[in-house]
């Protein structure tokens, strides 16, 4: 499947709180692999945007006194100025399609996963949502059906208990 790295960046979140679950050892596998290769990607997209930054920016100097900051190493900001330049550039790189080999899981295998509904959009291509509308309607559809059969049994109890309460009068 095609994706753009802007996709990849934006599903790693949502990808490794999916893998911090119990999952079936294939799904766990298959998942642990695609966060590999996802991973790297990743590194390679920072890796760039650093260069994008020096090329585009200027080195900060740490305040002595954070040795924290001393303890990084050399630190970069954009320049104002420059500003438009990197965006544009690094928007560029975001749109890079990548060719990534993977089965979608559909959410039937990941059994009872909850899911925000951005975590769903973010993940789009890894879970195949749209394989699981057949099995979402059949769901929905027998809802409706259990919904429909209990307010029949309790309209029939109604109108069974009413029958008895008007031949209880009648024999009064």
Known sequence: MKMTLAQIQGMEG?????????????????????LKIIGTELSELEENRGRLIRKYGFEVKPNE?????????KQYQVN????????REFNELLQEEIEIT?????????GD????????????????????AKEIKKIEKKEILEETTEEEISKE???????????????E
């Open 14 to 34: 949502s990808l490794r709180k999916l893998t911090n679950k119990e999952l079936k050892v294939k799904i766990a596998y298959r998942l642990g692999k695609l």
């Open 65 to 73: 006194k954070d040795k924290s900051a001393v303890a990084r190493g």
């Open 80 to 87: 104002k100025e420059k500003e438009v330049d990197f965006y």
């Open 102 to 110: 993977f089965e979608p899981v559909s959410i039937k295998e990941l």
């Open 113 to 132: 996963v909850d899911f925000t509904p951005a975590d769903i959009i973010r993940l789009e291509g890894i879970i195949g949502v749209e394989s699981d």
């Open 157 to 171: 109890t109604t109108e069974e208990e009413a029958g008895k309460t008007n031949k209880t009068k009648e024999t």
